[in-house]
T-cell receptor, first 114, second 114 residues
């Protein structure tokens, strides 16, 4: 299965600023996914990122708040813009390893907004 | 639409006792089912998955889960737990194909006490 490197692993940010999270995969993948895990909660899909096209956002998430880049088949970034304390969460990227492998997740970015 | 219900938010057990973490799903299409484990302050790791074939699937660390289509369940079991099994366990469902998105349950915190 794919190996994902995600960074930063954690950050503490001031409200009103933006943070860009990077996700690097060791193999080419068609789709990459970004999830949010709020404190004590399950994972919620933010968007699906395909290379060469606009990301597809889930209900409740918008591109202005969570812009995503997908410049090639092994890399993606998620930006959390104009942050507020409510954005404090763990953000995870994920790729589909083909149905034989299931989905692989990065180690996550633990974001605290103060 | 698909959904996952994990009936127990917390399950405390003593070391070497058996445990069952319950998961029920709903989906209008055929399903792929997954259990993920999240150890404290870490990302998600795939524990086991059901794609097709044998309804009983096993992990390398002694967990097993049985796909029961009539009960729409995918309960996770281990006959004897260790303190190191303390973690959050998430059940997830995917429809595969065009319905590839993972939908997660709310998670079950398994706490193994000495």
């Amino acid at each position: 299965s794919a190996v994902i490197s995600q960074k930063p692993s954690r950050d503490i940010c001031q409200r009103g600023t933006s943070l860009t999270i990077q996700c690097q995969v060791d193999s080419q993948v068609t789709m990459m996914f970004w999830y949010r895990q709020q404190p004590g909660q399950s994972l919620t899909l933010i968007a699906t990122a395909n290379q060469g096209s606009e990301a597809t956002y889930e209900s409740g998430f918008v591109i202005d708040k969570f812009p995503i880049s997908r410049p090639n088949l092994t890399f993606s970034t998620l930006t959390v813009s104009n942050m507020s304390p409510e954005d404090s969460s763990i953000y995870l990227c994920s790729v589909e390893g083909g149905t034989a492998y299931g989905y692989t997740f990065g180690s996550g970015t633990r974001l605290t907004v103060v | 639409a698909q959904s996952v219900t994990q009936l127990d938010s917390q399950v405390p057990v003593f070391e070497e006792a058996p445990v069952e973490l319950r998961c029920n799903y709903s989906s209008s299409v055929s399903v792929y089912l997954f259990w993920y484990v999240q150890y404290p302050n870490q990302g998600l790791q795939l524990l086991l998955k059901y794609l097709s074939g044998s309804t009983l699937v096993e992990s390398i660390n002694g967990f097993e889960a049985e796909f029961n289509k009539s009960q729409t369940s995918f309960h996770l079991r281990k006959p004897s737990v260790h303190i190191s099994d303390t973690a959050e366990y998430f059940c997830a469902v995917s429809g595969g194909g065009s319905n590839y998105k993972l939908t997660f349950g709310k998670g079950t915190l398994l706490t193994v006490n000495p």
